[in-house]
């Protein structure tokens, strides 16, 4: 596990989207594994840069997303389907086709995931961008889900959805539901790059780097993969 403490956000976001570009420069068809939330916000308008820049293609590129809520139809401005797009996609030449979000539109979810799952059993991720939410989860897999799930339905924890609600007008307009990739299909990635910032994490971080390994901490599996790089800011970092 290699672990690179930066000064702000801004560094995080730069170094970032160094490790990522170098990839896309040496492996243009490069399949990269995507995340939401705050944290890739900074890497996504990185790499737009580097596209105009020219130092840089997404033409070749597929991504494959983490997860997406259950409920929301995807022209919603809160689904991450409209999250990619809107931060990344809509400024970048990657073809419509070579995007990959988890399904949660139709009446056959289960069907969904399992569609899902065969596809990420193909793609072979070359990276695979992850944040950590403030209890460990890792996409939504929440404390307790085991090593060995793979991609399926998760009733989002009620701590989860108030660091959620942020983004919604309400509490109630947070989706209950998610249909995430599982820690198996995670850990299948060729190389993870985590990135941590802000104070609120500082917990988070801690329970990260004791080493210890548990269920009841889902980012600690990463312990177990030989190639991850851990990008924290100093608010994150504390003073551990």
């Known amino acids: 596990m290699n672990v690179i403490r930066v000064k702000d956000y801004e560094s995080l976001s730069l170094e970032a989207a160094k490790i990522v570009g170098e990839l896309l420069k040496t492996k243009p068809k490069s399949h990269l594994g995507l995340a939401t939330g705050s944290s890739p916000i900074g890497l996504y308008q990185n790499l737009i840069k580097m596209f ?137 990635a060729k190389q993870i790059l985590m990135l941590i910032s802000g104070a609120s994490k500082q917990s988070a971080v801690k329970q990260l780097l004791s080493g210890n390994i548990s269920e009841d901490f889902p980012a600690s599996v990463l312990h177990k993969h030989e190639n991850v790089t851990i990008i924290i800011d100093d608010a994150a970092y504390g003073d551990l």
């Open 52 to 188: 105009k820049n020219n130092e840089i293609s997404f033409k070749h590129v597929k991504t494959y997303n983490l997860d997406e809520y259950c409920g929301l139809p995807k022209e919603h401005k809160e689904s991450y389907y409209s999250f990619m797009h809107r931060n990344l996609f809509d400024h970048v030449d990657i073809s419509e086709k070579n995007i990959h979000l988890p399904s949660s539109e139709g009446k056959n979810l289960e069907k969904n995931c399992k569609t899902y799952n065969r596809l990420l059993h193909k793609a072979n991720i070359d990276l695979q961008v992850l944040g950590i939410g403030s209890n460990g989860h890792i996409g939504f897999n929440e404390p307790g889900t085991s090593f060995e799930q793979e991609t399926f339905i998760v009733k989002l924890t009620e701590k989860t959805r108030q660091d959620n609600k942020r983004f919604f007008n309400s509490i109630e307009e947070v989706p209950a539901y998610s249909i995430t990739m599982g820690i198996k299909n995670i850990m299948q």
